[in-house]
């Protein structure tokens, strides 16, 4: 079998030869390094076999030498396919004609499918896709990845709780789960307001409950600020407690934190000059192949963005897909800051850093410098921070307490 497979692969003829004793003539060709195979005879003076089509230059020599008349028969395997197929070019302009429609029509997108949302929602989440250039007819090399739709679609869609973006072949399924609104309830759990940070009272502001806890009182996370027994003393009278409510109210107390920053006096970093290059490649598996633009740009420094689109031939995603690499220069700058301005830096830092930590409302009334030193090249500096939030937090009471 791989006898046959590599002389087709590499073409075969069949010769039929004519003459007294034609197997002879074989043997001849075996004399000069010819080798030959599936040898019949016919009758006295006919015989037929098949040699390879790189022997032919040797069996014209042979033939010289001989008396016997060579005739050839048949050819076959690739080299004469593909002779054969480059004469028919009506059918192999015909055949490439077909091939790039279809992959031309694989890359549209057909169908977009919406589903686990009401009718209001799926029209919302279509429009938004129309806004993101995914609509029928439109080519999927001019859309983002799946990953990338889903993310804005939570984005631009608030009502959506999730949302999954599949595409196969040429259509896109979307299956999303609608955020649902939960009515407040018409009775609220009864509970206690309790300090969730350690802090020292500044004011309240009590809605429901009876407060615990007054102006400059010290508190630690877990205490009761706000009972939500309304006749609840402080000397906790157990024997008439009555029925719990749901305290409310905001109890605002002093908190502090303590953050530590440091910042290099020496900074280097890259800033893009808007000088950028293009470069088109078609990849395939290890293989990066440039298609446009072959020179690479003389840049020191650089950023690279790369973007890839894959190809589709009707449903199936070929192992084919073209990238466009933006290369953008980038110069390197270097600051030498001076302590002053390093400190002012570290603390805008520091107080960045405390904001993403504090509640929005929460309001920094003080700021502190407790430690500076320089060491290393970098500007350390441990912060003290004097903040009036509100540490109250609801803790329902359950059975038992």
Known sequence: MFFNRKNWLSGYIIIEIKGQYPERFFDLCAKYNIPSWDIKKKNETIAIGKIKL???????????????????????????????LISQKPL????????????????????IDV??????????VIQQLEEYGIEEGSFQWNIDSPAIIQKQLLTDVPELL???????GSAFHLEGVEKTIVE?????????????????????????????VRTNDVVYQGDILVSAYLNESEEDDEEDEGKPVEAEGEVIAKVWYKSEVTVPLDNQYLVLNGKMEQKHYLHASKFLVPIWNFENPEYEHYQVDVEEKNFYFLKWKIPISYINQTIYEAELKEEQLSEENAKKIALEQGK????????????????????ESVESGKVKLTLYYTVLEN???????????
Do not use: C
């Not at 014209?60 to 054969?84: A, C, E, M, Q, T």
């Not at 192999?92 to 057909?110: C, D, M, Q, Y």
């Not at 999730?162 to 196969?168: E, P, R, S």
């Not at 407040?184 to 407060?211: C, M, S, Y």
């Open 162 to 168: 999730w949302i999954g973006v599949k595409k196969n």
């Open 54 to 84: 790189s022997d032919l230059p040797k069996l014209r020599i042979v033939k010289r030498k001989s008396i016997y008349k060579v005739y050839f028969k048949g050819r076959n395997g690739l080299p004469f396919f593909f002779r054969h």
């Open 115 to 124: 589903s686990g949302l009401d009718e209001e929602m799926e029209i919302k």
């Open 92 to 111: 192999l302009i015909g055949f490439f004609i077909a091939i790039a429609v279809i992959f031309f029509l694989s890359n549209i997108v057909w169908r």
């Open 391 to 401: 540490i109250a937090k609801k803790q329902p009471i359950t059975q038992g307490d």
């Open 184 to 212: 407040k309830e018409e009775e609220e759990a009864a509970g206690h307001l309790v300090a969730k940070k350690e802090g020292v009272i500044e004011d309240l502001f009590v809605t429901r409950g009876q407060p615990l």
């Open 352 to 371: 960045r850093e405390l904001m993403r930590e504090i509640p929005h409302d929460a309001e920094i009334t003080d700021e502190k410098a407790l430690h």
